[in-house]
């Protein structure tokens, strides 16, 4: 589909909303599973799971009933996880033949062959995930007053290892095989934890029956912390992302980015990525984010003078730092809540200035990327109205506004997004210009249980992990044999956990590579002296990064199928975009202050130092120098960039050096300039109509 700016420009909130929900139906309509009475299914088992949420974050305790932490959370499996069976067929299209592939034509091909509807064997396992689940939560007061972790009833540990399988089946069909065996081989790991001669391996070991009870029944396993987490905390906030989505959210955070940078330089790629860091807010999904915005992005930017790759790069870049852009990050941001111990709230203040520093050096590359070929942007009376795009779009910014303002006020952050979603709703009837009736209701559930559901089942996958080295102990064993591997070296180890978190989230959901590195890495950083959240923090980011790192670089293989640019190419160029990823880690482990960790001077300069030292590291990389308006030689690019790194550290002595050694950079690009008495290059002779840059 390709799409100009100005024509986006000119889509009204109401035909783009209606076009997500045409694009929705589309690949429900393609997925022969989903008929209507197994679409009626999904939005009754969801409609249910998410009043059994409120049920136990208001503590409304229905029919007199106080409901155990342990049996709500079987309970809430019981309602999300099903909808894996229906959903996720047994096989899926291989990731060579899905490339660069619409998402109904792998859904046509995944189902060839079938009848329409849910197959008989999938209803077995569905039917039969539900009957252990609801088992699991009638005997919920058992299970924690007679230990049947440890000691259970023959019937009980046959159920534990049907739904130990289950899970395994679900976290495979939600996360993929590599996902699934880590998960298996961790789960039964315990068997032989006693037996392995590698001395920092060994742990204590447990007999087949008690692994499967521990795993099914136990506090630390599939209902360990993580899961625990879902059901107080994210089930909620995923909810506020879907609704505010399909209220119209998307299309006016588009709107605004239009009219905010749509008639600078490089504009439409300005755009996508205000609009991509918006929907990142909504989603906190690298690849969702990709296959929702970039349809209408990337043929914009291409359209305007951007090169298919760099197009691609630009939305990939953009869209990956969804995971870590409050105030709805990623679910390994929620994940933190109980790993780190503190309130969401702090999580949110921690990540703002390291997410602003992230979109803030994709913006400056983007800039002096169209400064240098002299992209123009589009004519102001194309784009919609700054003010006419704010005053349309109040219940947006409200709902926004109230969800952070009752975050920090509220008394119970997991009822909050409760209430915003109400507010939404109650928007959404009463706005005439938004069609908002049974069948848009129908939609938006059936996208909240497939979402929900997705999480979920990789939730209580991923906790086999956790159960499997919290079982034998061997997960505080790890981090202190790796402090002294590294012989007490912050940076060793800090390069040692960038090492590992990559390779595993390569192959692993950022989630599940949280998870792991939460218990084995993040202890190690924190016993050395870095704060706990910027170690937490730091496992995150650098998760993250393999969407847009080769070999695997998921976000940007989407991006790449819908440029039609080669996808490792793509991959490359958003490797370049998103350089401020792979620094602002190390810059946080080391100066907490800017995860917002010291008193409010510390951190406003270590804010205005890391600002200069993006705008530096972003410079070099582009090889164009905003303000001073000038292409950038190979010996200041190599400057500004070791400076940029520098200036992060926070010696007050490095920041001395390095802010000398940009001001020379600068003073000698001036000169330069001046000497050959010739400003922007030819191309930028055609722009003078526009804005030159952002800061006119």
């Given at each position: 589909?390709?799409?100009?700016?100005?024509?986006?420009?000119?889509?009204?909130?109401?035909?783009?909303?209606?076009?997500?929900?045409?694009?929705?139906a589309?690949?429900?309509?393609?997925?022969?599973?989903?008929?209507?009475?197994?679409?009626?299914?999904?939005?009754?088992?969801?409609?249910?799971?998410?009043?059994?949420?409120?049920?136990?974050?208001?503590?409304?305790?229905?029919?007199?009933?106080?409901?155990?932490?342990?049996?709500?959370?079987?309970?809430l499996?019981?309602?999300?996880?099903?909808?894996?069976?229906?959903?996720?067929?047994?096989?899926?299209?291989?990731?060579?033949?899905a490339?660069?592939?619409?998402?109904?034509?792998?859904?046509?091909?995944?189902?060839?062959?079938?009848?329409?509807?849910?197959?008989?064997?999938?209803?077995?396992?569905?039917?039969?995930?539900?009957?252990?689940?609801?088992?699991?939560?009638?005997?919920?007061?058992?299970?924690?007053?007679?230990?049947?972790?440890?000691?259970?009833?023959?019937?009980?540990?046959?159920?534990?290892?049907?739904?130990?399988?289950l899970?395994?089946?679900?976290?495979?069909?939600?996360?993929?095989?590599?996902?699934?065996?880590?998960?298996?081989?961790?789960?039964?790991?315990?068997?032989?934890a006693?037996?392995?001669?590698?001395g920092?391996?060994?742990?204590?070991?447990?007999?087949?029956?008690?692994?499967?009870q521990?795993?099914?029944?136990?506090?630390?396993?599939?209902?360990?912390?993580?899961?625990?987490?879902?059901?107080?905390?994210?089930?909620?906030?995923?909810?506020?992302?879907?609704?505010?989505?399909?209220t119209?959210?998307?299309?006016?955070?588009?709107?605004?980015?239009?009219?905010?940078?749509?008639?600078?330089?490089?504009?439409?790629?300005?755009?996508?990525?205000?609009?991509?860091?918006?929907?990142?807010?909504?989603?906190?999904?690298?690849?969702?984010?990709?296959?929702?915005?970039?349809?209408?992005?990337?043929?914009?930017?291409?359209?305007?003078?951007?090169?298919?790759?760099?197009?691609?790069?630009?939305?990939?870049?953009?869209?990956?730092?969804?995971?870590?852009?409050?105030?709805?990050?990623?679910?390994?941001?929620?994940?933190?809540?109980?790993?780190?111990?503190?309130?969401?709230?702090?999580?949110?203040?921690?990540?703002?200035?390291?997410?602003?520093?992230?979109?803030?050096?994709?913006?400056?590359?983007?800039?002096?990327?169209?400064?240098?070929?002299?992209?123009?942007?589009?004519?102001?009376?194309?784009?919609?109205?700054?003010?006419?795009?704010?005053v349309?779009?109040?219940?947006?910014?409200?709902?926004?506004?109230?969800?952070?303002?009752?975050?920090?006020?509220?008394?119970?952050?997991?009822?909050?997004?409760?209430?915003?979603?109400?507010?939404?709703?109650?928007?959404?009837?009463?706005?005439?210009?938004?069609?908002?009736?049974?069948i848009?209701?129908?939609?938006m559930?059936?996208?909240?249980?497939?979402?929900?559901?997705?999480?979920?089942?990789?939730?209580?996958?991923?906790?086999?992990?956790?159960?499997?080295?919290?079982?034998?102990?061997?997960?505080?064993?790890?981090?202190?044999?790796?402090?002294?591997?590294?012989?007490?070296?912050?940076?060793?180890?800090?390069?040692?956990g960038?090492?590992?978190?990559?390779?595993?989230?390569?192959?692993?959901?950022?989630?599940a590579?949280?998870?792991?590195?939460?218990?084995?890495?993040a202890?190690?950083?924190?016993?050395?002296?870095?704060?706990?959240?910027?170690?937490?923090?730091f496992?995150?980011?650098?998760?993250?990064?393999?969407?847009i790192?080769?070999?695997?670089?998921?976000?940007?293989?989407?991006?790449?199928?819908?440029?039609?640019?080669?996808?490792?190419?793509?991959?490359?160029?958003?490797?370049?975009?998103?350089?401020?990823?792979?620094v602002?880690?190390?810059?946080?482990?080391?100066?907490?202050?800017?995860?917002?960790?010291?008193?409010?001077?510390?951190i406003?300069?270590?804010?205005?130092?890391?600002?200069?030292?993006?705008?530096?590291?972003?410079?070099?990389?582009?090889?164009?120098?905003v303000?001073?308006?000038?292409?950038?030689?190979?010996?200041?690019?190599?400057?500004?960039?070791?400076?940029?790194?520098?200036?992060?550290?926070?010696?007050?002595?490095?920041?001395?050096?390095?802010?000398?050694?940009?001001?020379?950079?600068?003073?000698?690009?001036?000169?330069?300039?001046?000497?050959?008495?010739?400003?922007?290059?030819?191309?930028?002779?055609?722009?003078?109509?526009?804005?030159?840059?952002?800061?006119?």
């Open positions: 589909m390709s799409v100009s700016s100005a024509s986006l420009s000119e889509t009204t909130s109401e035909s783009a909303l209606e076009s997500l929900a045409d694009a929705s589309e690949a429900d309509e393609h997925n022969y599973r989903l008929t209507g009475f197994w679409k009626a299914v999904i939005v009754t088992l969801t409609v249910a799971g998410i009043m059994l949420t409120m049920n136990q974050v208001f503590f409304w305790n229905l029919f007199d009933v106080a409901v155990l932490t342990n049996a709500f959370l079987y309970m499996t019981a309602c999300f996880v099903p909808i894996v069976f229906i959903v996720q067929p047994l096989r899926k299209v291989s990731s060579r033949r490339e660069g592939r619409r998402p109904n034509e792998l859904m046509q091909e995944a189902t060839a062959g079938e009848r329409p509807g849910v197959p008989w064997y999938d209803v077995v396992l569905m039917l039969a995930f539900m009957g252990c689940a609801l088992f699991f939560a009638f005997h919920g007061v058992d299970i924690a007053e007679f230990g049947w972790a440890f000691v259970a009833p023959i019937s009980a540990t046959i159920v534990s290892y049907v739904f130990w399988a899970i395994v089946e679900v976290l495979r069909r939600t996360a993929g095989w590599v996902v699934a065996a880590l998960a298996v081989l961790v789960s039964l790991y315990p068997l032989v006693g037996e392995l001669p590698i920092f391996l060994q742990g204590i070991t447990y007999d087949f029956n008690t692994l499967a521990i795993h099914a029944m136990g506090t630390e396993s599939i209902l360990g912390l993580p899961l625990q987490t879902a059901g107080s905390v994210l089930v909620g906030f995923l909810l506020f992302g879907v609704v505010l989505q399909h119209g959210g998307a299309d006016f955070f588009h709107d605004l980015s239009l009219s905010l940078f749509g008639r600078y330089r490089g504009g439409s790629a300005k755009v996508a990525i205000t609009s991509s860091a918006a929907m990142g807010m909504m989603s906190g999904s690298a690849v969702s984010n990709v296959l929702t915005t970039g349809p209408m992005t990337i043929p914009a930017m291409i359209k305007s003078g951007f090169s298919p790759k760099t197009a691609g790069a630009v939305e990939a870049t953009a869209s990956s730092g969804g995971s870590i852009t409050p105030p709805i990050m990623g679910t390994a941001a929620f994940l933190m809540v109980s790993f780190v111990g503190v309130p969401y709230t702090q999580i949110i203040v921690a990540a703002a200035i390291p997410a602003f520093l992230y979109y803030l050096g994709i913006f400056l590359q983007v800039d002096g990327y169209a400064a240098k070929r002299g992209l123009k942007g589009t004519r102001k009376d194309l784009l919609p109205k700054f003010i006419a795009s704010l349309s779009g109040w219940p947006y910014i409200s709902a926004l506004g109230l969800l952070t303002a009752m975050l920090f006020f509220a008394g119970s952050e997991s009822q909050v997004p409760f209430w915003v979603v109400g507010l939404l709703l109650v928007i959404a009837l009463a706005k005439p210009s938004l069609k908002f009736g049974i848009e209701f129908r939609d559930m059936l996208d909240a249980g497939k979402t929900l559901a997705q999480i979920i089942g990789i939730i209580a996958g991923v906790g086999l992990i956790l159960g499997g080295l919290s079982a034998t102990g061997v997960a505080l064993s790890l981090s202190r044999d790796l402090v002294a591997l590294v012989g007490e070296n912050v940076i060793l180890i800090l390069i040692a960038a090492i590992a978190c990559f390779v595993l989230g390569m192959g692993l959901t950022i989630s590579a949280y998870v792991f590195l939460a218990i084995v890495m202890p190690a950083l924190t016993a050395l002296g870095v704060d706990p959240i910027a170690a937490h923090l496992v995150i980011y650098w998760a993250s990064v393999s969407y790192t080769p070999p695997v670089g998921l976000a940007a293989f989407a991006a790449a199928g819908i440029s039609k640019a080669s996808p490792m190419a793509t991959c490359f160029e958003a490797m370049r975009l998103g350089a401020v990823k792979y602002v880690p190390f810059g946080f482990a080391l100066n907490p202050a800017l995860v917002a960790q010291g008193d409010a001077a510390e406003i300069v270590s804010t205005l130092f890391s600002i200069i030292a993006v705008t530096a590291i972003a410079c070099s990389f582009s090889g164009w120098l303000i001073i308006e000038t292409r950038l030689s190979r010996l200041q690019r190599v400057l500004l960039a070791a400076a940029g790194f520098l200036l992060f550290l926070p010696e007050s002595g490095y920041r001395v050096i390095a802010t000398a050694v940009i001001a020379g950079a600068c003073a000698l690009a001036l000169f330069t300039k001046r000497s050959k008495r010739s400003g922007l290059p030819e191309p930028d002779a055609e722009a003078s109509e526009v804005p030159t840059s952002i800061h006119s």
